[in-house]
């Protein structure tokens, strides 16, 4: 049965030509929602997910919706303006940003170049702080608010050493997250994120496709192993639905319990 809890929603998910943004993407369509994928270009992926999320549209039902491109590189606040002002001038609203464009750069910290660092949190925050500046200006200027849903990391709270900017970003997105949801909280504008955790996406190639590093990987994680991006695009879904009417400034951590400390669960300490 069909879940139709996006059902005439209008959706811009950033980064989601691939990955998390790509199953997400899928996942909203399938409940209904138009949907806006964005990418750097439009490339192949970024048409393979467009088909994607077509195709989900149809089978859940909801037919032919104006599922659209929506080429912007997120860290410029110019492109990021045009993009929501093209995506509203074609639509007539948005009603839900994803803020999930992002990437990471692996150095130790004492050698990380001022150019990784300034393209990871260009990326990964002011990008995510354009576009919720962008949407949030749209959602005050007409009725009905509007619901802004953040992918953080489990390293919003978990360092990450040799990851300085992408530890960083997700730090301060969860400030941002919280921020924005205090301030807007009685303008009828919920933000929240999800924090995943290892998830098997081509971000983390590295490790996901290396038998002996994956199980390396999954050994810290309690429940066992690593999750895909389909099994936790459902929570995006909860939360910017109106079943999370009552849920704003919360990180919420899909990831099979890292944030639990798993290598507590043997007590080694009084």
Request: aromatic residues 8%.
């Amino acid at each position: 049965m069909t879940v139709a809890r996006l059902k005439d929603r209008f959706a811009l998910i950033t980064g989601s030509s691939r990955g998390i943004g790509r199953a997400v993407a899928v996942q909203f369509a399938t409940e209904g929602a138009t949907v806006a994928i964005n990418a750097v270009e439009h490339d192949d992926a970024t048409e393979a997910a467009l088909a994607a999320v077509r195709a989900a549209s149809a089978r859940a039902g909801f037919g032919e919706r104006p599922h659209r491109a929506a080429v912007a590189d997120v860290s410029s606040s110019q492109a990021v303006d045009a993009m929501i002002a093209e995506l509203v001038d074609a639509w007539g609203r948005l009603d839900i940003l994803v803020n999930n464009a992002g990437i990471q750069a692996e150095a130790p910290s004492e050698d990380v170049s001022d150019a990784a660092l300034a393209r990871v949190l260009g990326v990964n925050l002011f990008g995510a702080a354009y576009c919720s500046r962008a949407a949030i200006r749209h959602f005050l200027a007409r009725p009905g608010g509007g619901v802004i849903v953040n992918t953080s990391s489990v390293h919003e709270i978990i360092p990450k050493p040799t990851y300085l900017g992408y530890s960083m970003s997700k730090g301060g997105l969860g400030n941002l997250t919280r921020t924005l949801a205090l301030e807007f909280a009685d303008k009828g504008i919920r933000v929240n994120a999800v924090g995943p955790g290892a998830i098997t996406t081509d971000i983390n190639d590295a490790w996901v496709n290396d038998p002996e590093k994956r199980a390396d990987v999954e050994r810290h994680i309690p429940m066992g192993y690593a999750a895909s991006a389909e099994e936790i695009a459902p929570v995006f879904a909860f939360l910017a639905s109106d079943e999370a009417r009552y849920m704003t400034g919360q990180t919420v951590y899909v990831c099979g319990g890292l944030t639990l400390y798993g290598d507590f669960k043997t007590n080694w300490s009084s």
